[in-house]
């Protein structure tokens, strides 16, 4: 028997549904057009996550009670997501959401 990983990946048209296993819960990610979600190493970033992914995209949605931050690659906080419509300049930054994590 195989173990499942901890958190899922799917991608369907411009959509990623990140699911926790663990927790149980799923959160939804919608960028402006489609994106082909490549897994990437975990230890690339500071804080411990259990999985990640990288996608390029010029836009990027998610709920606003996802609890979610965008950090610098530095590890610092940028800014908190909330409903509030917000830009970041175009380079590598990282998002995280609780126990999950990627990289845009």
């Known amino acids: 028997m195989t173990r499942a ?4 990946f799917e991608e369907d048209e ?6 926790d296993r663990v927790m149980d819960t799923a959160c939804r990610v919608t960028a ?6 490549v897994r990437v190493s975990s230890a ?4 411990p996550v259990d999985a990640a ?7 990027l949605s998610m709920p ?7 950090r610098t690659e530095q590890g610092d906080i940028e800014r908190q997501l909330t409903e509030e419509r917000v830009s ?9 959401s609780r126990r999950t994590a990627r990289s845009t």
């Open 88 to 96: 970041f300049p175009r380079g590598r930054t990282t998002s995280t």
């Open 32 to 37: 402006d057009g489609s994106i082909d979600p």
């Open 44 to 47: 690339r970033f500071l804080f």
């Open 64 to 70: 606003a009670n996802a609890g979610a931050c965008v």
């Open 14 to 19: 411009g959509t990623v549904r990140i699911h």
């Open 5 to 8: 990983e901890p958190i899922e």
């Open 53 to 59: 992914v990288a996608f390029e995209t010029s836009s």
